[in-house]
């Protein structure tokens, strides 16, 4: 099992989560997130004041999938939220050693 | 000897009485002062309170309004639109658009008479309001100047530069608002039903001048600008109903100052109209609840607030003409016909009408106008007299059906001037300044790249 961990644009998400809904990805867990990589921020003036903003609002999603979809759903994620600029986000995957279903202790990749 | 002495005593005791007559006089003229002066004081407290309310229902009333339908991203660019009004609008109507709509002028638009407010003082028009001063008359008219391109904004939430906007409004004051108001209300005005117009449109505090103007601008400015980036589609949901709540509940007081204020007196008639306000606006949230109710099988909090927007407007061209249960007549159609027009008309022609300005004004604005025909009555209102000043039938349900017709050619003017205006001018503000915001800034929010502030300031929590 692999776990996805992307973090792309806000405006992005409604492209990607049709992009996996396409590919068959049936569940996924979204956070609202903060943060920059080479992406510079804005800035932002109350009253004259100026303030810099370098943490810039992101989503993140986190979907853990049997290892076969993985590319598959790698290429949908790219390809969804692509603008060609910098802060389009990145993606990271990781190994799991397992999953297990509150609900019933069910355990492997049927609880996926 | 003796009849000379009775002649002067005679003399004398009509000099007396002369003196005794005049000093009557002079007390009866003093108290005939002391009278008016206290119903001018009197009608001029309840106008000003009035204009404060109506300027009450801009900001905060719209602002929260609109600033809570709207995703975050552009909360405070919404807000701003409203409130930049305010300021805008005022300025104009000291400068000429006071003067456009109310100086004497031509049928359709006024003259140049109150430029700068020239000849706006203390001392009463007659032809508008005997009691209060000019003044009074002319800052509670400018708060109706504000509010009306304030509603237009709901349609194009969300995509429009700033600059444009502003661009857009003043010259929309100038060439739809001006003339529809002097047609409607202004002296000579074709439309106007008390200074004796060609067409007497009745029209108390606002129908076709207000919202059928904004209304239908509100749906030219959508089908041009075209929809939102990922309308319909992605769903863009009210990023706080709490925020439009408050709103709504504020533009429902407000409404008070906009009707019974619209009787320009502090009188009966101004209780008449507050009374159908108030009836109007809770007949009509009870009618679209119940719509939604029974449509969708559950009433919406922003169902409810809608309705009685909806109501005030469909009210507000009858206030003052309509009996209290001919109010809820009107309220209870208005609740309805716009729950069908904002969630199936709508969706039906796929338009981008972001705030449902059009759905609500445009055709509450209209159906309110045509209904006003039906139920005037001259028990509420004797507007309209003969040559004898013996009281006419007002409305269609008195039996004057030709008052139908008036109405019609109100609201086929206000459509017209609307949608004419609104083309011209947007299309001059597009080649000149380009109307939307670039597709970037629309994704960022246009609080950020319109204004480059937040609404909600992000810090990680101490």
């Known amino acids: 099992m692999t776990k996805i961990e992307a973090i792309i644009q806000v405006s992005k998400l409604e492209a990607v989560k049709d992009a996996l809904h396409e590919v068959g990805v049936e569940g996924m867990t979204v956070f609202e997130a903060r943060g920059h990589g080479r992406q510079k921020g804005h800035t932002e003036f109350y009253r004259g004041r100026e303030y810099t903003v370098d943490l810039i609002p992101k989503v993140k999603l986190e979907i853990v999938l049997a290892d076969e979809m993985v590319e598959k759903v790698v290429q949908a994620i790219t390809t969804a939220a692509r603008t060609g600029k910098i802060g389009d986000g990145k993606i990271f995957l990781s190994r799991i050693d397992e999953a297990i279903r509150i609900r019933n202790d069910e355990r492997g990749e049927s609880v996926l | 000897m003796v009849c000379l002495f009775a002649i002067s005593g005679l003399a004398q005791t009509s000099g007396a009485n002369a003196a005794e007559n005049a000093a009557q006089s002079a007390q009866i003229a003093k108290l005939e002062q002391a009278v008016a002066d206290a119903k001018s004081s009197g009608d001029n407290a309840w106008m000003l309170t009035s204009s404060a309310l109506v300027l009450m229902m801009t900001g905060p009333g719209l602002v929260l309004f609109y600033g809570g339908l709207v995703r975050k991203k552009n909360v405070l660019s919404t807000m701003m639109q409203s ?33 700068f407010l020239r000849g706006v003082g203390a001392q009463p028009d007659p ?26 904004t709901g349609a194009f939430a969300e995509r429009m530069k700033f600059s444009a906007m502003t661009a857009f409004m003043v010259l929309w004051s100038l060439v739809v608002y001006a003339p529809m108001a002097h047609m409607v209300w202004g002296k000579g005005g074709w439309l106007n039903a008390s200074l004796g117009g060609r067409f007497p449109c009745l029209d108390f505090a606002g129908g076709t001048v207000v919202h059928v103007t904004s209304g239908v601008s509100a749906l030219v400015c959508a089908l041009y600008l075209g929809p939102r980036i990922g309308y319909p589609k992605q769903s863009m949901p009210p990023h706080s109903v709490v925020l439009s709540f408050i709103g709504a509940c504020l533009l429902w007081v407000g409404w008070f100052g906009f009707n019974a204020g619209s009787a320009l007196s502090a009188g009966s008639l101004a209780t008449s109209a507050f009374v159908a306000t108030h009836f109007g606006a809770a007949a009509a949230t009870v009618g679209w609840s119940a719509a939604e109710w029974w449509k969708r099988g559950k009433p919406s909090a922003l169902g409810a607030i809608s309705g009685a927007v909806a109501g005030l407007v469909a009210i507000t061209p009858a206030a003052g003409f309509v009996s209290p249960m001919s109010a809820i007549a009107i309220g209870l159609a208005a609740g309805v016909f716009c729950f ?14 972001s705030l449902d300005a059009f759905g609500v004004h445009g055709a509450g604005g209209t159906l309110g106008a045509l209904l006003t025909g039906v139920f005037a009555s001259s028990a509420v209102n004797p507007i309209f007299k003969d040559a004898q000043g013996r009281t006419l039938a007002s409305g269609w349900l008195e039996g004057n059906a030709h008052q139908l017709l008036n109405q019609l050619v109100g609201i086929a ?38 204004h480059g502030e937040e609404g909600y300031y992000w810090e990680p929590a101490a």
């Open chain 2, 83 to 115: 409130f930049a009004l305010m300021a805008i609008v005022t300025l104009l109507w000291a400068l000429i658009s006071y003067s456009l709509a109310f100086a004497p002028g031509n049928s359709y638009i006024g003259g140049l008479h109150n430029v």
């Open chain 2, 127 to 152: 032809d508008y309001a005997a009691t209060i001063p000019l003044q009074t008359f002319m800052v509670f008219q400018l708060m109706f100047a504000i509010i009306t391109p304030a509603l237009i």
């Open chain 2, 340 to 353: 069908l027009m904002v969630t199936k008309v709508k969706s039906m022609f796929r338009y981008d009408d």
């Open chain 2, 413 to 450: 003017i206000a459509w017209g001037l609307a949608i004419v205006g609104t083309v011209v001018i947007l299309k001059l503000v597009d080649i000149t300044i380009g109307l939307r915001v670039p597709e970037e800034h629309e994704m960022q929010g246009l609080d950020l790249s319109q």
